[in-house]
């Protein structure tokens, strides 16, 4: 059983920048593709970027390519997401998973088995 515990979310301004983290316990972490997504109020939980076992292929959301990056630690079973140029529409709470990597370019929920509870994302304008 994997164990995904998200940090780093908050309030920022438009324009700002946040990272956040995600620390994987309890599995083989090289085992897994990682993957973030987020849902805002009253809307679907979307993708937003993922990375394959070893850090060697990212892919993003359209909405989020070239503003956000994804990558990974495998020494210290972390991934992270740094979020550059938010906007409004980036408020949500984001969510850590794990899945198998199986293939690149993990994108929909199904594909991920484990989940992390989630941190919040606030952008003002």
């Known amino acids: 059983q994997v164990r995904l515990v998200e940090s780093g979310g908050g309030l920022v301004q438009a324009g700002g920048s946040l990272r956040l983290s995600c620390a994987a316990s309890?599995?083989?972490?090289?085992?897994?593709?990682m993957g973030w997504f987020r849902q805002a109020p009253g809307k679907e939980r979307e993708f937003v970027a993922s990375i394959n076992w070893s850090g060697g292929s990212t892919y993003f959301a359209g909405s989020v390519q070239g503003r956000f990056t994804i990558s990974r630690d495998n020494a210290k079973n972390t991934v992270y997401l740094q979020m550059n140029d938010l906007k409004p529409e980036d408020t949500a709470a984001y969510y850590c998973a794990a899945g198998q990597d199986y293939a690149l370019g993990l994108s929909r929920t199904d594909e991920f088995d484990y989940w992390g509870q989630g941190t919040q994302v606030t952008v003002s304008s």
């Open positions: 309890g599995g083989t972490f090289t085992s897994y593709a």
